[in-house]
């Protein structure tokens, strides 16, 4: 099986988590010391793979790409970036990069050339919609179609040859010169098939176990994550759904959602988040934090990859109010206490470990066991083992009576787990059997205080 079969993502924000200037900078900044300490973070929280960006340099907060072979300024150098990942792998994280094929910035090398050019510039094929017979608000002597309303960012035409070409060499550079392990494709609905398809062959000739994912226009999964395209996709219908579920009592919702998917791709292997940079933090948006344990629990046991944004993971975030302390980089030594003392920080520990100790969480089938308006609970089977999930968004202490997928000889419970941090992210979960059930034949009842899930290992 290839490492993103079971992975676990840290998503990191660069520029914004580094607390970096809006604009690109001509002196070389350096926070790579900084976001090894994060990597170091990942790792104790039980990641194996971290998705990155923006890191190539560009014009605004990662917003217009002006070169795809250098690493932002503001963060530093390509040597400071290869040596970064270096330090990722000798850890055992795969590094994943932000790839933006549809839109650059004003500064990019081809556009400058077309505005100093003109119509006599090969590069205007590159450019969506370049009409000579007017003028833009640059005064350029030409038009062009501006990318999510914004002049400051070129539409791209992504069905020229020649700039397909372009991107593939740019895809081989990154391999080659900083090894990184994937990229996540922004704004797929502007790009077409067959330029996914031959930038999977292109990636895959050198790196067979490169890993590319896509943000979708829409939710046709089937379509566009498959064999020959991309391997995940985030699954933004169900990052939704985990917020308006719990803040409207509807664990039915959540159900639906899961069970459609494993209906339309039951191998797909989607993207599972609660946040990230494009939307705002789950602890703005829920209107009872303690159901932030039971989204955690969600993520990382559903069928997907779960990825845990940066910062989510310490629950005192949600008291930072104030604009400008909103604005503030997140400080890694602000939180040194969180992994023993923050419940939340300590459950993502937990949950990571377990999603990579456990081979029912990255291949064992969906199995819907129990839904009711506010409890719910779902097996992850794998042969005569599984991990069974089970939630209750309550107030008030639910009793659970769920069929199981086979009578159950033994039951550990993974929450009571005890986490040996000498060892790395993956290992040192201990055990003990759980007495806090009743299984008799093939059902499973389980007494649930409010707001609380359980997490069993069952064993026919």
Known sequence: MAWYDSAVFY???????????????????????????????????????????????AEMQGHGITDYYRIDKRLGKNEDFK???????????????????????????????????????????WFSNVNFSGDNEYGDGFRYEKWGGYMRLVKLNILSPWLHDYHFDAVRH??????????????????????????????????????????????????????????????????????SAHNNGNYPLIAHLLRGVDELCPYTKLYIFADNHDVS???????????????????????????????????????????????????????KNAY??????????????????????????YQQLY??????AYGRVLRKTAVITALNMDDEAAQLEIPLPFPVRKAVDMLKASINWEEGAGKGLEF??????????????????GNEGALLWVMA
Request: hydrophobic fraction near 35%; charge should be negative; aromatic fraction near 12%.
């Open 11 to 57: 998503h990191i924000h660069s520029l914004s988590l580094c607390g970096c200037e809006h604009e690109s900078i001509e002196t070389d900044g350096y926070q790579f010391d900084k976001l090894t300490k994060w990597a170091v973070h990942a790792k104790k929280m039980g990641c194996n793979a971290i998705y990155i960006g923006p890191v190539f340099k």
């Open 83 to 125: 040596k970064w990942v270096a330090v990722c792998h000798e850890m055992g994280i795969r590094v994943v990069v932000d790839a933006v094929f549809n839109h650059v910035g004003r500064g990019f090398f081809a556009f400058q050339h077309l505005r100093n050019h003109g119509s006599r510039s090969p590069y205007k094929e």
């Open 174 to 243: 990154w391999i080659h010169e900083f090894d990184i392990d994937g990229i996540r494709v922004d704004a797929v609905g502007e790009t077409d098939y067959d330029f996914i398809k031959e930038l999977r062959k292109t990636a895959e000739k050198i790196k067979p176990a490169f890993w590319i994912a896509g943000e979708l226009p829409d939710h046709e999964y089937a379509r566009w994550v498959n064999d020959r395209m991309f391997h995940s996709a985030p699954n933004n219908q169900l990052q939704s759904a985990l917020i």
């Open 281 to 335: 933090h789950i602890y703005e948006k829920l209107n009872h934090m303690e159901h932030r344990k039971l989204i955690a629990l969600l993520m990382y046991t559903v069928y997907g990859t779960p990825s845990l944004y940066c910062g989510s993971e310490f629950s005192g975030q949600h008291q930072k109010t104030d604009e400008e302390e909103q604005k503030r980089p997140l400080e890694l030594w602000d939180y």
């Open 340 to 365: 023993t003392q923050d419940e939340i920080t300590h459950l993502h520990c937990l949950l990571g470990r377990a999603k990579q100790q456990f081979a029912e969480l990255s291949f064992g089938s």
């Open 371 to 376: 839904v009711a308006q506010k409890q719910f």
């Open 432 to 449: 003990q059997e759980s007495t806090d059930f009743e299984a008799a034949a093939d059902r499973l009842v389980i007494n649930l205080p």
